[in-house]
C-alpha cells in the first residue's frame, strides 16, 4: 500500500450528541455532528496559516458568539469564509462585528480561517445547529440582514430588512455581494436608494433575482424604486459595483407568505411633483452676500451684493442672481487679484445667460444701466492662489430706461451735422463782394470756398459786364434736395451700447458709451 497516496480525512461520527471543534486541534475534518460550535481554539490565531473544519449536517443554523479577525477592505488579508457542501462560498467576514446568524441549505458546510503574516486577532467562536426540519420554519433573529455581515448567506424569513451594510459609508468600490431569503411570494418595498447613475445601470447596481435566477429588476441612480413582486419560493439581492465612484447604498424591506395565488403586479407609485414655492414679492434695500445667498435667485428693487467674506475665499465658484427690470449697478468698493486678462481671480456679470463684463483688480468697474427683465448675475471665481479683499455693488432696479430715439423738439440753434452730398450742384456759400473785370471766364474747377469741394460740372457760364465797384454776386438756384428731418433735441445721462444703438448718430450732452 501506497501512504502517500493517502488523503487524510477523519470522519468523527458524533451526530446524536454536540461537538465543539476548534481550527487548532480539528485542522482538515470533516465531523458528523447534530450541533455543537466552532472556534479557532487560540487566544490569539497564529500569522501565515489556513486551516479549516467541515461538518456533515442537513440545513444547519450558525450563529456567531465572537468574531475578532484583523479587518481590511474586502477582507483581503486575514479572514473567516464559510463554505457549502460543494465548496461555494458562502461568505467571507473580518473586522470586529458579529456575523448575523445564517442558514446554510445542503449536506454539510465548512469553516476556514486564513491569516496572512501581518497582523492578527482574537479569533471567533460560531454555535452550529443542524436539528432543523428539512423544511424550515422562519428564524428569529435573521429578519435583518446587511450585505456585509451576511453576504453569500440563504435565510429563511418571514419578513425584515436588507442594507448594502456601510451606512453612513458610501459602500465600497469592486464590490459584488448578496443575500438570498426563502420565503413565498415576497414583497420588496425601497425605503432608502443612492446608488452611482447611469442609463442602462452598466456601472453600479443593485439587482433582484427570482427562485430560478431570472432578473425581476435592475436600479440604479438616486430616485427609490417601485415596490417590487417576487412570485415562487425565494430571493435574491445583489449589489455590484464597479472601481470607479460609489454613493450611499440602499435599504429595502420584505414580507413573504402573504399570499398564496399568483400576485397582482403593484404599480409604481407616482412620484408627487416638487411643489414650485411662490415667487417671493420684491424688496428693497436687500442685503445680499454670495456667503450667504450663493446660488439664490432674488426678487428686489433695490439692495446691494457683495462676497461677504471680506477676503473671499481661494478655489471657489459661486453666483447669485437678482430679478428685476432695469437695473442700475453702482460700484462701492472692488479688490480682486489682478491678471490682464482677468484668468486667475474675477467677477463676472451676466444677463440672463449673456455675459457683459469680467473683472478684476483694484479699481471700480464704471456704473452701469442693464436694460430688459432678466435680472443680472454677479458670479465669483478664484483659483487656489492669491486672493482679495472682495465687493460690493449697489443696486436700483425698476426704473424707466430713456427710449432708444428720443422724440424730436424745437432744436436749439446747432450747427448741422455734416452728411455726404449727393453729386450735383454744390451747396453755395455767401460769396464775398468782390470788384468783377469784364472778361468771359474760362471754365473751371469750384472754387475752395464751397464748403464741400467736389468737381464742378462743366459748362459755359453765361457772360456779363460787370459795373466797376462792389457788386453783390447772384448765387445759382440750388437743385431741390431731400428734405433733412429735424435734428433731435440734445439730452443728458444717455445710456448707449453698440449692442442696441449701433449704426445710430445721437446728439447728447453727456452720457455714457458701452459695447452692452
Known sequence: ?????????????????????????????????????????????????????????????LTWRFFDVEESSDCKYDFVELQGAGGESLGKYCGGTLPGPQMVRGDGFTVRLYADAGVEGAGFVVD??????????????????????????????????????????????????????????????????????????????VQIRDANGAEVGKFCGGTRPAPVRVAGSR????????????????????????????????????????????????????????????????????????????????????????????????????????????????????????????????????????????????ALHSDPAVQGSGFAVDFVCGTTLPPVTPAPTTAAPVTPVPTTATPRTPVPATPTPTTATPQTPEPTTATPETPEPTTATPRTPEPTTATPGPTTAVPPTPAPTTATPPTPAPVENVRLTLKDNGGERRVAMSGTVSDG
Not at 451594510?165 to 455581494?177: M, V
Open 128 to 205: 452550529y445547529d443542524c436539528t432543523a426540519p428539512p423544511t424550515p420554519a422562519p428564524i428569529p433573529g435573521v429578519e435583518n440582514l446587511s450585505l456585509i455581515a451576511n453576504n453569500g448567506v440563504t435565510v429563511d424569513a418571514n419578513s425584515g430588512t436588507i442594507t448594502d451594510g456601510y451606512d453612513p459609508e458610501h459602500y465600497p468600490a469592486d464590490a459584488d455581494r448578496s443575500v438570498t431569503v426563502v420565503g413565498d411570494n415576497c414583497l420588496l418595498t425601497f425605503t432608502a436608494f443612492d446608488i452611482e447613475p447611469e442609463e442602462s445601470c452598466g456601472y453600479d447596481f
Open 235 to 378: 430571493f435574491t439581492v445583489r449589489l455590484s459595483s464597479d472601481a470607479g465612484e460609489e454613493a450611499g447604498g440602499f435599504t429595502l424591506s420584505y414580507v413573504c407568505n402573504e399570499v398564496t395565488s399568483p400576485p397582482t403586479p403593484v404599480p409604481p407609485t407616482p412620484t408627487p411633483p416638487t411643489p414650485v414655492p411662490p415667487t417671493p414679492a420684491p424688496v428693497e434695500n436687500v442685503r445680499l452676500t454670495l456667503k450667504d445667498n450663493g446660488g439664490e435667485r432674488r426678487v428686489a428693487m433695490s439692495g446691494t451684493v457683495s462676497d461677504g467674506w471680506g477676503e473671499y475665499p481661494s478655489d471657489t465658484d459661486v453666483s447669485l442672481t437678482v430679478l428685476g427690470d432695469n437695473c442700475e449697478l453702482t460700484w462701492t468698493s472692488f479688490d480682486v487679484e489682478e491678471e490682464p486678462n482677468c484668468d486667475y481671480d474675477y467677477i463676472e456679470l451676466l444677463v440672463g445667460t449673456q455675459p457683459i463684463g469680467k473683472y478684476c483688480g483694484g479699481s471700480l468697474p464704471q456704473t452701469m444701466r442693464l436694460e430688459g427683465s432678466s435680472g443680472f448675475t454677479i
Open 1 to 61: 500500500m501506497h501512504h502517500s497516496a493517502l488523503a487524510l480525512v477523519v470522519l468523527l461520527s458524533c451526530s446524536a450528541r454536540a461537538v465543539d471543534l476548534t481550527l487548532r486541534n480539528n485542522n482538515g475534518q470533516t465531523v458528523s455532528a447534530s450541533s455543537g460550535s466552532i472556534s479557532d481554539g487560540y487566544n490569539e490565531y497564529p500569522a501565515d496559516s489556513d486551516r479549516s473544519v467541515s461538518v456533515a449536517g442537513r440545513d444547519c443554523v
